[in-house]
């Protein structure tokens, strides 16, 4: 009996194309590997004595460029990765910053963790699937213990801006401006409050100042746009009448694409360049038919057009970029206008002021009593411009995490009390579940004591010492403890006024479970390149 031919496999991938596959235990190792190296590059930027990192360009033309910054979504942002479950956790974070505006490196981090427990199971022979059903039995557990571990001093007036500003000040405690965190808190919950209510960050305009210290930075009511007034026209208007319009004033030609005009001699150039004054003084008629005392451009103002400003006594402001045009639009009640023929249909800016005033050594204009009372800028003074944009980043982490914390008025304590006391909730749930899910139970619970681990590391204290003096303060109902990264002590988180916001702690928390189950179900990783284009 003649024996059975081989079964052949057919090929489905065309490997010459630049197609692979990598297949149950390489995909899952491969998808860890990458998850984790992302989790622990920002992981040293973590807590109050969290290190820096240079982020420095190679490309020709920005090869100059260099940020420094502790912001973990910064930080992720920057860098190129080709490890696809790493973009996960990359849009994880990014999502997080987007959102809350603070907790990115924390989500990365314990996306990480629980990702590291997970490799150690699987090792362990235990199936990604049983290891998931144990994650949401604990993540579970955790929010119920997050939310129930939350304080809402919202009816408080006083208390709720206390809450606000300690808020602001956890935030800011690991970031460069640290050294002056109570002033920078109360300046950040100063403009967050000036907005009454409303949670529009457009209206906080951030200037940026190189010259004199940190600690020279100061709030500004009104609106500060970083340009110049026009020459000869006047430097400070009461009760102004504002246009804020986005439309050439440069050369009012014939834009026709590939067209060109020839003449025969200098007579006919010059009837053409007549024609085209004529056009821009009709432009500037209409726009001064409006009964403006100020006219704000986002593109440029040429000489004909600023003179004719001038004669009629009318403050013109040019080349305001966009997002500045935007910005101040919104807070003069104006909209931006780019037609001109009727005037009635037009909304009109108005604010009491507008002058001229020096910062350091450069002149900006400052809009007083607007509107709506409510917009304000944040003059920030720095050294260098590295120092001033990482500043920046920093304070706009904090105003968000204030916005946040205004929507919802819950908040938690913060210096490892709000992990510790999850992770002593998860442990609890151990005991009431069979099988190899407690496993898993167990493991999220290590995940979260990670992160106060983390925190005492990068301190450089014994975090062994002192994560088991937290854990067994916890267990000794001591609820609140923490760690005093100042002394290297374990601390009452409410004494010390440690505490963040409930809703980025809960985000960070359901983020990171959610991508470290996504890639938990990774168990194949097809690579494909391109479909080529075919050559007729």
Excluded at 210 to 219: A, N, P, R, V, W
Aim: glycine fraction near 8%; charge should be positive.
């Amino acid at each position: 009996m003649a024996g059975r031919p081989k079964r052949v496999i057919p090929k489905i991938l065309n490997e010459g194309g630049g197609a692979s596959e990598e297949k149950g235990e390489h995909a899952r190792m491969s998808a860890f590997i990458g998850a984790i190296a992302i989790a622990d590059l920002v992981k040293t930027t973590l807590g109050p004595k969290g290190m820096d990192k240079i982020l420095q360009s190679v490309g020709e033309q920005q090869s100059k460029k260099v940020t420094f910054t502790n912001d973990g979504a910064t930080i992720l942002r920057s860098i190129p990765i080709d490890n696809a479950a790493a973009k996960i956790l990359i849009d994880t974070s990014k999502t997080q910053d987007a959102e809350v505006g603070d907790g990115t490196t924390s989500v990365a981090v314990l996306a990480g963790e629980l990702l590291r427990q997970a490799e150690r199971m699987i090792a362990m022979k235990i199936h990604p699937t049983t290891i998931i059903r144990g994650y949401r039995s604990a993540v579970k557990v955790a929010r119920e213990a997050l939310e129930s571990y939350a304080m809402n001093n919202g009816n408080d007036e006083k208390q709720f801006k206390q809450d606000l500003i300690n808020v602001a000040h956890t935030t800011l405690s690991s970031k460069i401006l640290h050294t002056s965190d109570d002033h920078f808190a109360k300046l950040a919950v100063n403009a967050m409050l000036r907005l009454k209510g409303n949670t529009d960050l457009a209206n906080i305009q951030i200037v940026k100042k190189i010259g004199g210290k940190l600690q020279d930075s100061y709030l500004e009511d009104g609106f500060i746009l970083d340009k110049k007034i026009g020459v000869g026209q006047p430097k400070r208007i009461e009760n102004a009448r504002i246009l804020v319009a986005n439309t050439a004033l440069d050369a009012d030609k014939i834009k026709i694409h590939a067209a060109k005009v020839r003449v025969d001699s200098v007579g006919k150039l010059a009837a053409i360049e007549k024609q085209e004054k004529i056009k821009m003084k009709e432009k500037v008629k209409k726009i001064l038919g409006h009964d403006i005392s100020c006219f704000i451009s986002r593109q440029l103002i040429y000489n004909l057009p600023e003179q004719m400003f001038t004669q009629a006594g009318v403050m013109a402001i040019e080349h305001a970029d966009f997002e500045g045009v935007e910005r101040l639009a919104l807070a003069l009640g104006a909209e931006i206008a780019s037609t001109f023929d009727s005037p009635g249909r037009v909304s009109l800016g108005s604010c009491d002021l507008i002058e001229e005033i020096v910062i350091g050594e450069s002149k900006v204009i400052r809009f007083s009593g607007l509107k709506s009372g409510e917009a304000c800028s944040i003059i920030l003074r720095g050294a260098s411009s590295h120092i001033l944009a990482e500043a920046d980043r920093s304070l706009h982490d904090a105003l968000c995490i204030i916005q946040q914390t205004i929507k919802d008025k819950r908040v938690v304590w913060g210096g490892g009390a709000s992990e510790m006391h999850m992770a002593k909730a998860v442990t609890e749930l151990v005991k009431k579940i069979p099988g190899k899910e407690a496993i898993a139970v167990a493991a999220f619970a290590k995940a979260l004591a990670q992160m106060p681990t983390i925190i005492a590391d990068n301190a450089g204290y014994d975090s062994a010492e002192l994560v088991t003096q937290l854990t067994a303060a916890h267990y000794d109902g001591k609820k609140y403890s923490g760690l005093n990264m100042d002394k290297g002590t374990i601390g009452d988180m409410k004494k010390l006024r440690v505490f963040e916001s409930l809703k980025s702690k809960m985000m960070m928390l359901i983020s990171a479970h959610e991508a470290a189950e996504m890639i938990l179900r990774v168990d194949e990783i097809v690579k494909c390149a391109p479909r080529q284009r075919q050559q007729r």
